[in-house]
């Protein structure tokens, strides 16, 4: 069973900037892709950035929602198992919990969330 655990959200102001980490229990040779997910009150779960494993274990080269593009990049620490979000120039309309998402070649797994606040 691999365990996933968020971290770094907050309460910031507009323009300001978080960074968020997911903390794998393991690596795995079956691991596919790796995911941030962002779900606000009301709305349904969307995809913030994903990365294929193939390239997040070397330079990232993630792909990102429109709604962010420019403003956070996903990579990854080479000395562990972490996963990283950096947000810059965040908006009240990146309000929401964010989630790490975690796909192998027989399960997925989800961590339980950190949320996000922006406003003045």
């Known amino acids: 069973q691999v365990q996933l655990v968020e971290s770094g959200g907050g309460l910031v102001q507009p323009g300001g900037s978080l960074r968020l980490s997911c903390v794998a229990s393991?690596?795995?040779?079956?691991?596919?892709?790796m995911a941030w997910y962002r779900q606000a009150p009301g709305n349904q779960r969307e995809l913030v950035a994903s990365?294929?494993?193939?390239?997040?274990?070397?330079?990232?080269?993630?792909t990102y929602a429109d709604s962010v593009k420019g403003r956070f990049t996903m990579s990854r620490d080479t000395l562990g198992n972490t996963v990283y979000l950096q947000m810059n120039s965040l908006k009240p309309e990146d309000t929401a919990v964010y989630y790490c998402?975690?796909?192998?070649?027989?399960?997925?797994?989800w961590g339980q969330g950190t949320q996000v606040t922006v406003s003045s």
């Open positions: 393991t690596s795995s040779s079956s691991l596919l892709l």
């Open positions: 998402n975690a796909k192998y070649r027989n399960s997925e797994y």
């Open positions: 990365e294929l494993a193939a390239t997040i274990r070397s330079v990232g080269w993630a």
